[in-house]
């Protein structure tokens, strides 16, 4: 069993900043890239950013110079620093992981999720 809890969203003025973090856990053996996706009311699930295990970063071009990601490996977890926000980055923000468990002696791969938390960017 893998968790994925993410903590942090809220309600934030436009210019604001918000700090989101997920915390993965579980029967985990290896964690291969760990990001953040969103999803606004009407519009597909995408990308807002993602790192991998060696700390290279990929981001969306709508967040970049604005977001910043980071990860620790030793406590799996993956933080999301949103600065400069804007209305358009209100949704709901998913902790993604790609990882692998242990299951007897079997490695096995797969993508998790979290619950999502929401953001919202509002005066």
């Known amino acids: 069993q893998v968790q994925l809890v993410e903590s942090g969203g809220g309600l934030v003025q436009p210019g604001g900043s918000l700090r989101l973090s997920c915390a993965a856990s579980g029967s985990i053996f290896s964690i291969y890239s760990m990001g953040w996706y969103r999803q606004a009311p009407g519009n597909q699930r995408e990308l807002v950013a993602v790192?991998?295990?060696?700390?290279?970063?990929n981001f969306a071009d709508s967040v970049k110079g604005r977001f910043t990601i980071s990860r620790d490996n030793a406590k799996n977890t993956v933080h999301l620093q949103m600065n400069s926000l804007k209305p358009e980055d209100t949704a709901v923000y998913y902790c993604?992981?790609?990882?692998?468990?242990?299951?007897?002696?079997?490695?096995?791969?797969?993508?998790?999720w979290g619950q999502g938390t929401q953001v919202t960017v509002s005066s």
């Open positions: 790192i991998s295990s060696g700390g290279s970063a």
């Open positions: 993604n992981a790609d990882l692998s468990i242990m299951i007897a002696t079997r490695n096995i791969r797969g993508n998790y």
